[in-house]
């Protein structure tokens, strides 16, 4: 009943919403090489993109970030408003989110459901004044791991900053392709993976400090709390958050049918919180992976631990199958390709990526004052992420099976996923 109020509320708020964005002050100069001035909050972090090959000649990359836009001003008549819209320059922008900025541009319609239109500036772009002192502690974290990491060096060292702290200004178009085709993607950016390394290593390190668990339990929170602004509180992370949460608390209660409600509850909040989280595929794939690994993976490690006989590796390696297994249909459905490699690949990186992001998390929040000690236990991180991207680099060579995305392409992967269930039932049928 929760999660159909949370729905039609949410299908609600969404209408509303991008009623709001049709009828917005900018919509009526969308597309029409208009120019106008804004003023503007950074929201999301500047990220550069890649050169685009255009017919007769190649586009130079353009840097694009999100923002929210206080005021518009047209002509000699200035609008109080609160929208948000992306902005995409030619120019080296390097502001932290939080800065507030002033430029003059031409609105274009975009695909982009969350937004009002996309920014094109011309101009210079003014800095009317910049980041909250979190913003700098955390701009300054990222910025100082980052060089850290430059220093480390090729491929290993741009996917360190990534897989810790979600910045991926190192990595390349090339590096990111082959972690995408060999199911890795998730690797080059945070993702709820990390969040629960973090949390089960608080709880680790805490139970020789505080007995109480509710006590090591809300310390984690905190330190996670403090995660979210260091890796920015993007949607994505958001959602990783909560849904990390639910595995918390499947942890602290022990009750696989407690989890299973909260994290019914969890997606009831954030579609409530975030209508459009309900269009996100990064939202069912999140959802989708939570409910593996807690519907299937005591199941698939005792399966496991008939093959390796080791208790600790067949839970280790038991988690990203139980979320691959049930995340293959979306995958399918969203990208219509169906890698043969995604399991063995997360299989064989997955002992390395919880060192990378526990030290790395601790070389990063000692970067900004001890630099030198930051640099060396990075450093012996290295052969770990060197193991990543070889991983990557080889097994994305194999072929992927493209399929019909949507239904057709859901329907395949329900299948292998159908098949995959029979197989981890097989033994327990034979056994009647």
Sequence with gaps: MVLIIALLSGAGLM??????????IVAPLLDKKISFQILASIVSDPKLGEPKQMVGYIRPATTTALISVISVRIGKVTYRTHLPMRITTAQHLSLLPGSVISCAGIAYSTPEKRVAGLFAEHGPITEIHGAGRLGRVTGAIRSDFRAVSLRVGGASGALIPGLVLGDTSLETHTFVTDMLRSGLTHLTAVSGENFAIIAAFMLWFLQWVLPNLRSRLFISALVLIGFIFLVRPSPSVLRATVM????????????????????????????????FEATDPGFALSVAATAGILLLNTSVTDWILKLVHNRRLAELLAIPFSANLICTPLTIAISGQFSIISLPSNFLVEPVVAPITVVGFIAALIAPFAGGFSYLLTLTQKPCA???????????????????????????????????????????????
Aim: glycine share 8%.
């Design 15 to 24: 209408a509303l919403h991008q009623r709001a964005l049709q009828t917005s």
């Design 244 to 275: 990390v949460s639910v595995l918390l608390i499947a942890k602290a209660r022990g009750v696989r049918s407690s989890a299973l409600a909260a994290l019914g509850l969890a997606i009831s909040l954030l579609i409530l919180i975030d209508p």
């Design 386 to 432: 060197a193991m990543i991207v070889w991983v990557a680099t080889n097994f994305a060579k194999v072929p992927v099976i493209h399929l019909n995305k949507g239904f057709e392409g859901g329907a395949i992967g329900l299948l292998v996923l159908a098949c995959g269930w029979i197989a981890l039932r097989w033994r327990s049928w034979g056994s009647y």
